[in-house]
């Protein structure tokens, strides 16, 4: 399956693109998969990876989260609002 | 009540939002942009976020707020988009029966909105360069 991963702040200066689409597999797929995913499709993204968190659905996940093909998938730099 | 705004903050709408007679006490934070951060000085600032999960995590703070302080209202607006010097980049109003317990939740909504809530600012330094701001991540 494609999963679509939105990027915010310093992902997408890095990655120069809102998003990035990577292939998962359709059953069992994994956090932890996804930023295996990423490291591959986009290197210019490796070095923050280790920084970020992933955000399943609106909500942080653990890198043994599940993914399906419907999950709405984020990359989360270190929040700086407020 | 919850909001992300391109507009400029209007502290008094805020204010008024959580009045009542119920009330003995309103705390409002304000976070304003700064001229000089560790001696480097800040033109503007950019601010923008995640909105739908920004969203999410803003209405469960206040849930959580509600259930830990006697809040009768409180109402969290965060501006997006390019803000001046002095411009304020969010308001928190928070009223109780008693003063504690304002001033109490409205830290605690403040420290947590700025640990989980996605929402980045970028500093436009007066030298002209940008730089996307990630605590603890170091020099992106």
Redesign the interface.
């Known amino acids: 399956m494609i999963v679509r991963v939105k990027l915010f702040a310093v992902a997408r200066q890095r990655a120069g693109i809102d998003a990035v689409e990577v292939e998962l597999p359709a059953v069992g797929a994994t956090v932890a998969d996804l930023r295996s995913a990423i490291v591959e499709h986009c290197p210019a993204l490796a070095d923050v990876l280790a920084h970020v968190k992933v955000a399943v659905n609106n909500d942080y996940a653990a890198d043994g989260t599940a993914i399906d093909a419907k999950a709405e998938v984020a990359l989360i730099p270190p929040v700086s609002g407020g | 009540m919850i909001a992300l705004t391109h507009e400029p903050i209007d502290c008094n709408r805020v204010l008024a939002s959580v009045a009542s007679n119920d009330v003995g006490a309103v705390v409002l934070f304000l976070?304003t942009t700064r001229e000089f951060t560790h001696g480097r000085q800040t033109e503007s600032l950019d601010?923008?976020?995640?909105p739908?999960?920004?969203e999410?995590?803003l209405h469960e703070l206040e849930h959580e707020a509600r259930h830990r302080w006697p809040v009768i209202e409180c109402h969290i607006v965060?501006r997006l988009g390019t803000l001046k010097l002095g411009e304020a980049?969010?308001a928190i109003a928070v009223s109780c029966p008693h003063r504690n317990d304002a001033f109490e939740a409205g830290k605690w909504l403040?420290d947590t909105?700025?640990?989980?809530?996605?929402?980045?600012?970028?500093e436009n330094w007066s030298d002209g360069t940008t730089e996307?701001?990630?605590?603890?991540?170091g020099k992106?």
């Open positions: 976070g601010y923008e976020c995640y739908e999960m920004a999410k995590k965060h980049s969010i403040i909105i700025k640990q989980v809530v996605p929402i980045w600012k970028r996307w701001v990630h605590p603890g991540m992106p």
